[in-house]
């Protein structure tokens, strides 16, 4: 799946845009649909449940999808927490956090309210994305077994689940980390990685969105615009601006619709741009694009590349941390991540079989 793996870049690029929006706060118009770049989380989470459901094969065992997913995801992570954890030392005399360093090498940090931002503040969504590898096998067999119509109105319902985690500390004031559980907990966030596996299931199953590639990426594209004109002028739906997340929901079946969608154009070979050789290789670098680019804006912010009062120095600055943010995804992507990934998996030696799970 190319495009798919190509849409994981511009879901990354999105992560990073929200990161530099501050760059540009001259700029409100700019600013405001910066941070709609957010967004790019809650696709990873409906593109993980997508995947991991889509590519699902009989006969693999728990064990062994989960020391997949640990091959996968550690070794990057705990190289990438190191660093930051020692630069941010080096620079800003920040005590090294050993229990910081636990709660993230642990994959916990998104359970906690005092270390959820520890160390490299990204990684909490790995912390996320590790909780929904444990639940996979389970969620996967019972959606699995449910009738289509079940499939969606679960989507539905899902949906709905996330509307409610965003609009309820709106409604009522919590302190900030009560509401952080609130809102970003695992939990709080499942459901978008349930809707990610109906949508999977179903179409496995031979079920077709009414519309193409195109269109969604159309719709997806109207809903940044009206995302970005309610972040302008929120006068129009309440008195409330917009937090990050606010649109969640709104995103949610959009993400769900395009993944499906440019999925299934793939498996027909349709035609796409987002098969072009660069893009698919900024999707398959998208992983450590995300897990460095902060650090590579804080070497930036140490060394006085600080946003400044000129527009068109900010905007310089922030092409040049991308396009190191990127070299830094190469490099890390081909030194790290994918030998990393290979050796550890080399090292499952398969036991007695557990229960067969999807892999």
Not at 174 to 191: D, G, K, V
Not at 262 to 277: I, P, W, Y
């Amino acid at each position: 799946m190319d495009s798919v793996t190509a849409l994981r870049w511009f879901a990354a690029a999105g992560v990073f845009s929200f990161h530099t929006k501050g760059y540009f706060n001259e700029i409100p118009s700019l600013t405001s649909l910066m941070q709609i770049g957010y967004e790019g989380v809650p696709f990873f989470f409906v593109l993980s449940g997508f995947v991991m459901a889509w590519s699902a094969k009989p006969g693999g065992t728990a064990r062994q999808f989960y020391w997949r997913r640990f091959a996968r995801i550690w070794p990057l992570l705990a190289v990438t927490a190191v660093v930051a954890g020692l630069l941010e030392k080096q620079w800003y005399g920040t005590p090294f956090s050993f229990t910081g360093l636990l709660y993230t090498l642990s994959f916990t940090q998104a359970w906690t309210t005092d270390h959820f931002f520890t160390v490299n503040i990204v990684t909490w969504t790995l912390s996320v994305e590790a909780f929904f590898y444990l639940a996979f096998p389970l969620l996967y067999k019972l959606l699995d077994r449910c009738a289509s119509w079940c499939l969606g109105l679960i989507a539905v319902l899902m949906t709905a689940a996330t509307a409610g985690t965003r609009l309820w500390p709106v409604w009522h004031h919590y302190p900030a980390a009560t509401e952080r559980l609130i809102f970003a907990s695992p939990l709080a966030l499942t459901p978008m990685f349930v809707l990610g596996i109906c949508a999977a299931v179903a179409a496995r199953r031979g079920w077709r969105p009414p519309v193409g590639a195109r269109v969604s990426i159309a719709l997806l594209a109207g809903v940044i615009a009206l995302c970005w004109a309610w972040t302008r002028h929120p006068h129009w739906v309440s008195h409330v601006v917009p937090a990050p997340g606010m649109f969640d929901a709104l995103f949610m079946p959009i993400f769900a619709l395009t993944i499906t969608t440019v999925a299934l154009r793939d498996v027909r070979s349709g035609a796409s741009l987002l098969r072009r050789k660069a893009l698919v290789k900024l999707g398959e670098w998208s992983f450590a694009f995300y897990m460095c680019h902060a650090i590579v804006l804080r070497a930036f912010s140490h060394y006085g590349s600080g946003a400044s009062p000129g527009v068109r120095h900010d905007a310089v600055v922030v092409a040049i941390m991308l396009v190191s943010s990127v070299t830094a995804a190469a490099f890390l992507h081909e030194c790290v991540e994918k030998p990393a990934e290979r050796r550890l998996k080399r090292l499952w030696t398969p036991g007695r079989k557990a229960a067969a799970v999807p892999a």
